[in-house]
């Protein structure tokens, strides 16, 4: 069954647009750091794990190594599995008055005044998909936990939407009329 935003809807509002995310492994700039840091980690944490068990350490260090090799884990494969299961469950919408964004099924929802956006960033891919990021740009030095999690980006944002410049297009008109200022 197709989500709904109907339910959310205040009276007279109408829906423009609605959109998912596209689903698959969300490569990111930040992955050509995070990637090889990863598999330095879980080397050295095997090479840890190794030295610790068949050397007859105490069981806190054992436990320590595996402790470290299940982060690593979750860093190399976890987040992107994490990643793809919050996309799956991530809705978007457009109306003349409102940016609507569900998660988890209606359970997370966040909503955003078309006449009071913050600055607006798009960022499209080759094959016309890409994320209009509501709020700051996004770099190293501000997205902190977002950098290992993306899911956990406290800045809204409808990411990797199909044919995200007719969207950005679509919510740049649509405040323009919001706030009087169309030709």
């Not at 860093?75 to 919408?93: E, H, P």
């Amino acid at each position: 069954m197709e989500y709904s935003f109907q339910q959310f809807l205040l009276p007279g509002e109408r829906l423009l647009w609605t959109g998912r995310p596209t689903g698959g492994l969300n490569l990111r700039p930040a992955d050509w750091f995070l990637i090889p840091f990863s598999f330095v980690w879980i080397a050295f944490v095997i090479f840890w794990n190794v030295a610790v068990w068949a050397g007859g350490g105490p069981m806190f260090f054992r436990l320590f190594g595996l402790l470290f090799l299940a982060v690593g884990l979750y860093f190399l494969f976890g987040r992107f599995l994490l990643d793809a299961r919050s996309r799956a469950r991530t809705r978007y919408a457009l109306t003349e008055r409102r940016i609507l964004i569900s998660k988890e099924d209606g359970s997370n929802l966040r909503f955003l005044d078309i006449r009071n956006l913050p600055s607006l960033e798009l960022s499209e891919q080759r094959d016309g998909s890409g994320t209009i990021r509501f709020g700051g740009v996004a770099t190293l030095q501000n997205v902190s936990t977002a950098m290992w999690q993306p899911w956990l980006d406290a800045t809204p944002a409808f990411v990797r939407i199909p044919d995200v410049k007719r969207v950005f297009s679509l919510i740049q008109k649509q405040a323009a009329e919001a706030n009087g200022n169309l030709r």
